[in-house]
C-alpha cells in the first residue's frame, strides 16, 4: 500500500458495526441495541466533513442512536437498513458525479464485499474477514471500533494537506 492511494480520495464510505464500532451489540432487558463509538474517529470523522470530502454511511443494521450520533458528527449522507450495498453506491456515484476510483469503502464482513469490490480504495480494520482482507488494499493496524477509521481518515487528508493542525473542531 502506497500513501499516494490515499491522495486521490474524494468520498469515502464506511460500514458501521465491525468498523465504526467493534462490531459488539449490547441489548437492554427494554430491547434497545447500544454500541459504541471511538471517539478518535469521531474527530476524524468531523475533519473529513469538514475538508469537503463526502461521507457515506451505508449499513444493512438500522438505529436510531447511530444514526444521531453520525448527524452530530455532520455526516449528512446516511443509508441505514441497506440490502444492496453496491447498488446505491453505483447510484451515489453517479448523483454525486463520483469517480469509483476516488472512492474509499471501509467494511469489515460479506455484505460489504460487492460495494468493495467496485471502488479505487478498498480498506478494512484488522479483524475484518479474511475474504474482505483479500479484497482489501490497505489494512488497517487497528480493529474496528478501535481507532481503524481515524487511521484511513487521517491518512487521507494528511496525505491532501488537509489534516488540522488546531482544535477546529466542535466538540465530538
Known sequence: MILRDFQH???????????????????????????????????????????????????????????????????????LGVAN???????????????????LYMGDDIPDLDAMSIVGLPACPRDAAEEIKTISRYQSPFAGGRGAVRDVLEKVLKTQ?????????KSI
Open 161 to 169: 494537506n488537509k489534516w488540522p493542525t488546531s482544535n477546529t473542531t
Open 85 to 103: 450495498k453496491k447498488a446505491l453506491l453505483l447510484q451515489l456515484c453517479e448523483q454525486f458525479s463520483i469517480d469509483r476510483q476516488s472512492l
Open 9 to 79: 480520495i474524494q468520498a469515502v464510505a464506511l460500514d458501521v458495526d465491525g468498523v465504526l464500532t467493534d462490531g459488539t451489540v449490547l441489548v437492554t432487558e427494554e430491547g434497545h441495541q447500544l454500541r459504541t463509538f471511538h471517539v478518535r474517529d469521531g474527530f476524524a470523522i468531523q475533519a473529513v466533513v469538514q475538508a469537503g470530502i463526502r461521507v457515506f454511511i451505508i449499513s444493512g443494521g438500522r438505529s436510531n442512536g447511530v444514526e444521531k450520533r453520525l448527524r452530530g458528527l455532520g455526516v449528512e449522507h446516511i443509508y
